[in-house]
């Protein structure tokens, strides 16, 4: 089933012409603007769309935490999208932004918020250009009635897709990240309640109440309702954006849609939720999985943004992990020590690895680090690196060992250094083993 | 082991304090917000700065729009062009030195006119985006009308590996388009017109089976 992707390409969707005249865009939105907002809140409810920015909560549950009564209250659509891997918001706000206009209006006569701000990240300029477009459009047509919508650029910076930076750069200020509690439904923009979502779940407002609630949470399975547009890209033939049913195989995804590997290799492992989500080897179990947020997570990993990254089996784990954790390095707003040395120390040791100084001591080295990251910041920027480069070195520690090795010998490094023995070394356990094996003897 | 402290090097990656190693001038007293009647400023830039700082319920949200249109205007954000932008705004220009210096789109440096990003995040660089970017920066050579840049995940996987040019998004890429994006980019024609994102038919539009 389609409900973004059918007829995505007709010329001049981005139109109102073709938008509201041919396809009957907006009718929902006069239709929500009769009804109760209490009523539209409960539609969303029932609708169980969780959230499509890489948290999955439930959106209506989110919107049902704004308070009642008569004040300033906001609508935040996220569309900083910088997680390595997605592209799904761009596609969708540039082919059909009406939509996205839509169910902004939609949301925020839902919470009754009189202000929005479509947060745009500033590289995609002209994105941001056509929406800005179509909000003139839709503006002058006296479509969105009271609310104040305004398209706001942003100017590169990761850390601006969490709720909280992105709330500080909408106030311009420096995007780092706010102390939670107060969520931003309490405490939010300009310290007023606001709402903040990203684009394909505001997308999906429209699309609920043309259905129904309860219509739409049949979509999908019974935890992970609706459908995904999920961004698949790396070594795939066909890199793009595909919108499946929740619960499908990752298989169908990676085969199927996107047309596998490139020359029919093996894959070495994927990211099933961005580069934040913690790697899946290409095993035949793994591959089989259901694509939805409760099954990924059962696996130890997470659907995060919905981007599938594939590395086949000539990708070196070592190189992969190095520019995954450079890349949170250079985005570390450097606010929380944890997240900011961190990221630094990681890069650094896996520099070592790569050129062989290191011992296979500091990997566990480097998996406490990883453990002393998560959970100890103010957002999860420092957790999104730990959480991967944790994974591939339980995954592929036989990998990296070799690596190690194989660099030791060609830049001439000599013998091993005699490592501590393992046993005796206070790392965090289980995190540090290869899957099913036992600790690793200590070589002396 | 003796330790070689040259190999202790912090920050190196570019903290996201451009300058952060600069000796701070402790006698000078810090900038006020600028006085109207000293600073001009061209009326097209206070216009536009004016109707961003409407949009908004606190004044203040208008700094980033207010730095892009002075970087627009100025090529980067020099001390001029922020001192513009804090004499409209009423801010001192310490306060949008540390807005600008915190966002990679600002340029606190001089630049080139011409923007090119190219993307070396994962999935570009699982198709080869360092060799696009190392003949991206050869093919600009030192014309100093270029501002190459790798650039961190620009949302366009889909076209891996890609780059931005002046916003225009093209790909995929060899590396003998290159060339190529430096001739458009000098010619003032729209850049690889037949690899520009806008022009790429949805890859999931065609029915699932």
């Given at each position: 089933?389609?409900?973004?992707?059918?007829?995505?390409?007709?010329?001049?969707?981005?139109?109102?012409?073709?938008y509201?005249?041919?396809?009957?865009?907006?009718?929902m939105?006069?239709?929500?603007?009769?009804?109760?907002?209490?009523?539209?809140?409960?539609?969303?409810?029932?609708?169980?769309l969780?959230?499509?920015?890489?948290a999955?909560?439930?959106?209506?549950?989110?919107?049902?935490?704004?308070?009642?009564?008569?004040?300033?209250?906001?609508?935040?659509?996220?569309?900083?999208?910088?997680?390595?891997?997605?592209?799904?918001?761009?596609?969708?706000?540039?082919?059909?932004?009406?939509?996205?206009?839509?169910?902004?209006?939609?949301?925020?006569?839902?919470?009754s918020?009189?202000?929005?701000?479509?947060?745009?990240?500033?590289e995609?300029?002209?994105?941001?250009?056509?929406?800005?477009?179509?909000?003139?459009?839709?503006?002058?047509?006296?479509?969105?009635?009271?609310?104040?919508?305004?398209?706001?650029?942003?100017?590169?910076?990761?850390?601006?897709?969490?709720?909280?930076?992105?709330?500080?750069?909408?106030?311009?200020?420096?995007?780092?990240?706010?102390?939670?509690?107060?969520?931003?439904?309490?405490?939010?923009?300009?310290?007023?309640?606001?709402?903040?979502n990203?684009?394909?779940?505001?997308?999906?407002?429209?699309?609920i109440?043309?259905?129904?609630?309860?219509?739409?949470?049949?979509?999908?399975?019974?935890?992970?309702?609706?459908?995904?547009?999920?961004?698949?890209?790396?070594?795939?033939?066909?890199?793009?954006?595909?919108?499946?049913?929740?619960?499908?195989?990752?298989?169908?995804?990676?085969?199927?849609?996107?047309?596998?590997?490139?020359?029919?290799?093996?894959?070495?492992?994927?990211?099933?939720?961005?580069?934040?989500?913690?790697?899946l080897?290409?095993?035949?179990?793994?591959?089989?999985?259901?694509?939805?947020?409760?099954?990924?997570?059962?696996?130890?990993?997470?659907?995060?943004?919905?981007?599938?990254?594939?590395?086949?089996?000539d990708?070196?784990?070592?190189?992969?992990?190095?520019?995954?954790?450079k890349?949170?390095?250079?985005?570390?707003?450097?606010?929380?020590?944890?997240c900011?040395?961190?990221?630094?120390?990681?890069?650094?040791?896996?520099?070592?690895?790569?050129?062989?100084?290191?011992?296979?001591?500091?990997?566990?080295?480097?998996?406490?680090?990883?453990?002393?990251?998560?959970?100890?910041?103010?957002?999860?920027?420092?957790?999104?690196?730990?959480?991967?480069?944790?994974?591939?070195?339980?995954?592929?520690?036989?990998?990296?060992?070799?690596?190690?090795?194989?660099?030791?010998?060609?830049?001439?490094?000599?013998l091993?250094?005699?490592?501590?023995?393992?046993?005796?070394?206070?790392?965090?356990?289980?995190?540090?083993?290869?899957?099913?094996?036992?600790?690793?003897?200590?070589?002396? | 082991?003796?330790?070689?402290?040259?190999?202790?090097?912090?920050?190196?990656?570019?903290?996201?304090?451009?300058?952060?190693?600069?000796?701070?001038?402790?006698?000078?007293?810090?900038?006020?917000?600028?006085?109207?009647?000293?600073?001009?400023?061209?009326?097209?830039?206070?216009?536009?700065?004016?109707?961003?700082?409407?949009?908004?319920?606190d004044?203040?949200?208008?700094?980033?729009?207010?730095?892009?249109?002075?970087?627009?205007?100025?090529?980067?954000?020099?001390?001029?062009?922020?001192?513009?932008?804090?004499?409209?705004?009423?801010?001192?220009?310490?306060?949008?030195?540390?807005?600008?210096?915190?966002?990679?789109?600002?340029?606190?440096?001089?630049?080139?006119?011409h923007?090119?990003?190219?993307?070396?995040?994962?999935?570009?660089?699982?198709?080869?985006?360092?060799?696009?970017?190392?003949?991206?920066?050869?093919?600009?050579?030192?014309?100093?009308?270029?501002?190459?840049?790798?650039?961190?995940?620009?949302?366009?996987?889909?076209?891996?590996?890609?780059?931005?040019?002046?916003?225009?998004?093209?790909?995929?890429?060899?590396e003998?388009?290159?060339?190529?994006?430096?001739?458009?980019?000098?010619?003032?024609?729209?850049?690889?017109?037949?690899?520009?994102?806008?022009?790429?038919?949805?890859?999931?539009?065609?029915?699932?089976?």
């Open positions: 089933m389609q409900l973004f992707y059918d007829g995505i390409d007709q010329p001049g969707l981005n139109t109102l012409a073709v509201r005249d041919e396809r009957g865009g907006y009718e939105l006069s239709r929500a603007l009769e009804m109760d907002p209490a009523d539209v809140l409960s539609q969303l409810q029932a609708s169980g969780r959230g499509r920015g890489g999955g909560f439930a959106m209506g549950t989110k919107a049902s935490f704004l308070p009642a009564g008569n004040m300033d209250k906001y609508v935040v659509c996220n569309a900083d999208e910088s997680e390595p891997g997605t592209f799904k918001d761009r596609e969708l706000m540039q082919k059909n932004p009406h939509l996205l206009i839509e169910g902004i209006c939609i949301a925020a006569h839902a919470v918020a009189n202000k929005a701000y479509i947060f745009i990240r500033g995609y300029d002209y994105v941001a250009t056509i929406v800005e477009e179509a909000l003139e459009e839709a503006k002058a047509a006296d479509l969105i009635g009271a609310l104040e919508l305004w398209v706001h650029r942003g100017a590169g910076a990761y850390i601006c897709g969490e709720e909280t930076a992105l709330l500080d750069a909408l106030e311009g200020k420096r995007g780092n990240p706010r102390l939670k509690p107060p969520f931003p439904a309490v405490q939010g923009l300009y310290q007023g309640p606001t709402l903040i990203n684009v394909e779940t505001l997308m999906n407002a429209p699309i109440l043309r259905m129904g609630g309860e219509e739409f949470a049949k979509i999908g399975t019974e935890r992970s309702t609706g459908t995904k547009v999920v961004s698949v890209s790396g070594c795939v033939e066909r890199p793009g954006n595909y919108e499946i049913e929740l619960g499908v195989p990752s298989r169908h995804l990676i085969y199927d849609l996107a047309g596998g590997p490139l020359d029919g290799k093996r894959i070495k492992c994927w990211f099933p939720g961005g580069s934040s989500a913690p790697v080897p290409g095993t035949d179990e793994m591959l089989d999985l259901p694509y939805d947020f409760d099954s990924l997570a059962k696996a130890g990993s997470m659907l995060g943004s919905g981007a599938i990254i594939v590395a086949d089996e990708v070196p784990i070592v190189q992969l992990a190095l520019k995954t954790a890349f949170y390095r250079h985005e570390s707003c450097g606010k929380c020590t944890p900011r040395e961190g990221t630094n120390w990681t890069v650094t040791m896996l520099e070592r690895i790569d050129s062989g100084e290191a011992t296979p001591m500091d990997l566990d080295i480097m998996a406490s680090v990883c453990d002393q990251i998560m959970g100890n910041c103010l957002c999860v920027l420092g957790d999104a690196m730990a959480m991967p480069i944790a994974s591939m070195i339980k995954h592929f520690r036989e990998e990296f060992e070799a690596h190690i090795e194989a660099a030791r010998e060609r830049n001439d490094l000599g091993s250094i005699p490592q501590v023995n393992r046993d005796d070394h206070a790392g965090p356990g289980d995190l540090l083993q290869a899957d099913g094996a036992g600790p690793t003897p200590a070589v002396v | 082991m003796a330790i070689d402290p040259s190999r202790i090097r912090r920050y190196e990656h570019g903290s996201r304090v451009p300058g952060w190693d600069e000796p701070a001038d402790l006698t000078k007293a810090p900038a006020l917000v600028p006085d109207p009647a000293t600073t001009p400023v061209p009326a097209e830039l206070r216009g536009e700065i004016e109707a961003y700082m409407a949009r908004y319920p004044f203040r949200s208008a700094a980033i729009p207010a730095l892009h249109a002075a970087q627009r205007r100025h090529g980067w954000c020099s001390p001029t062009a922020i001192e513009q932008v804090a004499c409209v705004m009423n801010l001192t220009p310490g306060y949008l030195t540390a807005v600008a210096t915190f966002y990679d789109m600002f340029e606190t440096q001089p630049k080139g006119r923007d090119v990003y190219v993307c070396t995040n994962i999935s570009c660089s699982l198709r080869g985006a360092d060799a696009l970017y190392d003949a991206m920066l050869s093919a600009a050579g030192d014309d100093p009308d270029f501002h190459v840049k790798s650039f961190e995940c620009l949302g366009a996987c889909d076209i891996a590996p890609m780059a931005s040019v002046d916003g225009e998004y093209v790909g995929p890429l060899t003998a388009d290159c060339a190529q994006i430096v001739e458009d980019v000098k010619a003032g024609r729209p850049v690889l017109e037949a690899k520009q994102i806008r022009r790429r038919p949805a890859a999931g539009s065609r029915t699932e089976d």
